[in-house]
């Protein structure tokens, strides 16, 4: 049995109530966390307020923080084996995805290192001659991160590396549901030599840590990763602080085959674009839109492959399908799967759970055509493919927009006049053509709609974690003139 504990102001502390987490592959014990409550958030957000404007943080040159950064991100790298573990061993995760993500996830603290010293003011050339005035970018403040069970480090570093790097000081919750990983990550920070408060590290249950912790009146911008429905208690519980908001969300992404496209290529990125990490991604590509007269044969395709995807225990590195992360999303993927059948989608392949321990569901495909199956409405987070056909490019483009969600999409063809058409119809943050699931640390991703707003990624995220100061400087000797008169 491990026992973890969670990290404020430099100190590394059991607390006074603890929580087991359950192994997703087994269904049993493995390890004891931390359960953060009102008054360890108080205590961590105190410590990142006092490490923004008096500790060693706030004297810091922006080239010494990405130093920091730097030194971090080779941690990260020397680590990533024994932090790939963790979190398959806490969410399930495979660990041929997870190896390889935050082996990657290195990069992305040493892109925002990079960008320290690169976040600028500007001079304004303003209409009075007797002024001189420039615009001043300093961290908005202590930010509260609020991270998901699914790939908590990848989606950690994406809010922690631009805040870093824009000198904010921070209180990271990492999810209820298999928080190990990142309260490990905590040790690297510590051996990274970040000053005391700048980064502190927590877990525990939504009404007594997260909804605390977003409501903290010395709280002033919240980044959130999870879905619309807590969303919106962030969003209320930002009225009692004022503070910003950056929300990635949940998605029901749109998957575009047009008869001219590769079709084997396709398929392999349809594999990877809802049955890697288990379809526990948020721009998994979860709804298939496939031109009608290849749909026969694209879907003969997907099921072979999705029928030879091995299923297994997450730490074989053969193993291409794990668990689900949770019980109650086992629970929920079966619901919504049986209420979709009931409404008339027919299944192609998969939908019944395996037998024996642990939280596995097998890749599944609906034939949803013809058929208002909540399928293509509500998102699964699981390995469900929901598949619809369509006659014209008019009708691919309605069916992709037919959704409150807007996060991912994909487009495959060989016609690239056809494709910019798309890149500017489709309503999503992010457009693959040719290709699914590539991300990088240069470029931003996120979504409208209920799939959120802000952007993380990119200078663009760095800029989110700063607000601006316009400071006047009068340069004429000359006595003010008339005081009631604004000039």
Request: proline share 6%.
């Amino acid at each position: 049995m491990q026992r973890f504990q969670y990290y404020i102001d430099g100190e590394f502390l059991d607390g006074e109530a603890r929580f087991q987490s359950i192994d997703p592959a087994t269904g049993d014990v493995w390890a004891e966390m931390p359960e953060a409550r009102d008054a360890d958030v108080d205590r961590a957000v105190d410590a990142a307020e006092k490490a923004l404007y008096e500790g060693p943080w706030a004297k810091m040159t922006a080239t010494q923080r990405g130093k920091l950064l730097y030194r971090l991100a080779d941690l990260v790298a020397a680590n990533a084996r024994k932090l790939a573990e963790l979190e398959t061993r806490d969410t399930g995760k495979i660990i041929r995805e997870t190896s390889a993500q935050i082996a990657y996830v290195a990069d992305y603290y040493r892109y925002y290192a990079g960008i320290a010293d690169k976040i600028e003011g500007s001079y304004l050339p303003i209409d009075k001659p007797d002024m001189d005035v420039w615009l001043r970018r300093e961290p908005v403040g202590v930010v509260a991160m609020v991270v998901p069970w699914n790939s908590q480090l990848f989606l950690s570093a994406v809010k922690i590396g631009p805040a870093l790097a824009a000198g904010c000081t921070m209180v990271v919750k990492a999810s209820e549901d298999g928080p190990g990983p990142l309260l490990e990550f905590a040790r690297l920070v510590h051996e990274a030599g970040f000053p005391a408060g700048v980064i502190n590290i927590i877990t525990g249950f939504g009404p007594s840590c997260g909804a605390v912790l977003g409501r903290h009146p010395k709280v002033a911008h919240i980044a959130f990763t999870g879905g619309p429905g807590t969303a919106r208690h962030v969003i209320r519980n930002s009225a009692e602080n004022l503070a910003s908001t950056s929300l990635e969300l949940g998605g029901k992404s749109p998957f575009i085959v047009f008869a001219d496209a590769d079709l084997e290529s396709a398929a392999n990125a349809q594999v990877a674009g809802i049955f890697a990490a288990t379809g526990q991604s948020c721009v998994a590509g979860s709804r298939l839109i496939v031109e009608a007269s290849v749909k026969d044969a694209f879907l003969s395709i997907l099921k072979r492959k999705a029928e030879a995807i091995r299923i297994g225990s997450p730490l074989d590195m053969a193993t291409e399908v794990g668990p689900l992360a949770t019980k109650r999303q086992q629970d929920h993927v079966t619901a919504l799967l049986e209420k979709s059948i009931a409404s008339g989608a027919r299944l192609i392949t998969g939908g019944q759970k395996p037998d024996g321990v642990g939280y596995y569901f097998p890749p599944t495909i609906l034939d949803c055509d013809g058929v208002n199956s909540p399928s293509l409405a509500e998102e699964f987070f699981g390995p469900v493919l929901s598949v619809v056909s369509f006659e014209s490019e008019a009708e691919a483009l309605r069916l992709a927009n037919d959704t409150r969600y807007g996060l991912a999409s994909g487009v495959f063809t060989q016609n690239l006049t056809r494709a910019h058409r798309l890149m500017k119809g489709i309503r999503a943050g992010v457009v693959w053509v040719n290709t699914y699931r590539a991300v990088s640390p240069i470029a931003p991703f996120g979504g409208f709609g209920l799939s959120g707003h802000g952007r993380e990624g990119g200078l663009a995220a760095a800029l989110d974690y700063t607000r601006t100061k316009t400071i006047w400087l009068r340069t004429s000797d000359d006595p003010i003139p008339d005081p009631f008169v604004m000039r």
